[in-house]
């Protein structure tokens, strides 16, 4: 009896909070990829591809962003690059993640990835060209904050390494 209400209260909390699963269609999937490879393709970088485990492993971490819904942060000892967005209003237009880290171009300095990478390591995941694969999830917090995952196989931002 015990093990069934502790069941039931971590139900009722994840109806009290309200999340969601942001579904990501195709049409939206091609606009992610889109962005991506906007900016691969102006440094002559093979596109990425969507893939549909990594996309469910995003899933995973954006509607536990979504759960807590009071902060982002990467996972712990990942196997794979990881960019994250946390948006109030997505207005439906999740690519517009990927725009806020290409944003980041204007702080990139091209050498090898070192202790002052944070200010455009989003944008050096994107064009990372080691990186062959992304798969993107997306949630919604009660509060109404997106929460948006983009997961990349190969992991870029290697310390030591140019990104292309």
């Known amino acids: ?7 039931f209260f971590l139900f009722g909390l994840q109806v009290a909070y309200g999340q969601e699963i942001v579904t990501i269609d195709s049409k939206m999937q091609q606009a992610i990829l889109n962005e991506h490879n906007k900016e691969r393709a102006l440094l002559g970088i093979q596109n990425l591809i969507w893939d549909k485990d990594l996309a469910s492993y995003a899933q995973e971490w954006a509607l536990h962003l979504a759960e807590e819904d009071d902060d982002i942060y990467h996972r712990e000892m990942d196997e794979f690059g990881e960019n994250i967005s946390w948006m109030s209003n997505s207005e439906g237009n999740l690519a517009r993640g990927v725009s806020m ?26 064009i990372w060209k080691n990186t062959k694969k992304v798969g993107c999830g997306c949630a919604q917090g009660a509060s109404g904050a997106t929460f948006f995952v983009c997961n990349y196989d190969p992991h870029g931002n290697v310390i030591g390494l140019k990104p292309y």
């Open 1 to 7: 009896m015990k093990k069934l209400s502790v069941l």
């Open 101 to 126: 880290w290409n944003e980041e171009k204007v702080y990139f300095k091209y050498k090898p990835i070192g202790n002052d990478w944070a200010k455009a390591g989003h944008y050096t995941q994107v």
